[in-house]
C-alpha cells in the first residue's frame, strides 16, 4: 500500500499546501518518513490526514472561480467506527464550503471498503450547497452498493457515466466538464 500514491501529475496546477483558503495549507510532508497508516500498513506520506485513522485524501485540484474540486480517497471509509464524514465535513469540507466550493468530485478507486453508520452529515453538506452536486466516481462496486443500501446515494451521485472515467490523462477542467456534462444528463 506505500506505493499508492495520490496522483501528482496536476501539482504544476495547484498545491493545496500552497494555497491559502486549503485545509492542508503549509502542511510539511517527510519523503523519507512513512508516518501514516492504515491498520498495520504503512501508506505513502503524500496522503493527507484529516483525523480519520482508516481513511485519508489528497485534495488534487479546487478552482474557486468555478466553485469545483477534485479530492482522492485511500483506506476504509469506516463510519459506524470512526465516524470518518464526521471528520471529513468538519476538517474539509466546511472549511471548502466556507470558501465558496459547492461541486465536488471524490475518486474513489483506492476506497477499499465503506461502513455506514447513518446519514446526518452526507445530509448537512448536501444542504451546505444547495445549488451544487457530490459526484463519487470509480468507486468499487461493492462499496458503492453499500452508499446505495443506506440511501447515501441521493447525496452523493454514483454509477453510470461515473463508473470508470478516465481521468488522469486530462486537466482538471476536462475531468469537471466530463463529471459536470454526466451530472447534467442525470439531474436536468
Not at 142 to 148: G, I, Q, S
Amino acid at each position: 500500500m506505500h506505493d499508492i500514491e495520490p496522483y501528482y501529475r496536476w501539482r504544476d496546477d495547484y498545491i493545496a499546501a500552497e494555497d491559502k483558503y486549503s485545509p492542508f495549507f503549509e502542511t510539511k510532508y517527510n519523503e523519507f518518513v512513512f508516518d501514516k497508516q492504515i491498520y498495520n500498513y504503512c501508506i505513502h506520506p503524500q496522503w493527507d490526514s484529516f483525523g480519520s485513522s482508516t481513511l485519508y485524501l489528497k485534495v488534487l485540484f479546487v478552482d474557486y472561480d468555478r466553485r469545483y474540486c477534485i479530492i482522492e480517497f485511500m483506506g476504509e471509509w469506516n463510519d459506524a467506527l470512526h465516524n470518518d464524514i464526521m471528520f471529513l465535513k468538519r476538517e474539509v469540507l466546511e472549511l471548502m464550503v466556507q470558501e465558496g466550493v459547492t461541486k465536488f468530485i471524490l475518486i474513489g478507486e483506492n476506497i477499499l471498503n465503506f461502513h455506514s453508520s447513518d446519514d446526518c452529515y452526507y445530509e448537512e453538506w448536501f444542504q451546505d450547497i444547495e445549488d451544487g452536486w457530490i459526484a463519487g466516481i470509480n468507486f468499487r462496486e461493492h462499496v458503492v452498493d453499500e452508499f446505495k443500501r443506506n440511501n447515501i446515494d441521493y447525496y452523493i451521485n454514483f454509477g453510470g457515466g461515473l463508473d470508470g472515467v478516465v481521468w488522469r490523462n486530462l486537466k482538471p477542467i476536462q475531468v469537471f466538464k466530463k463529471i459536470e456534462e454526466q451530472l447534467i444528463k442525470r439531474l436536468g
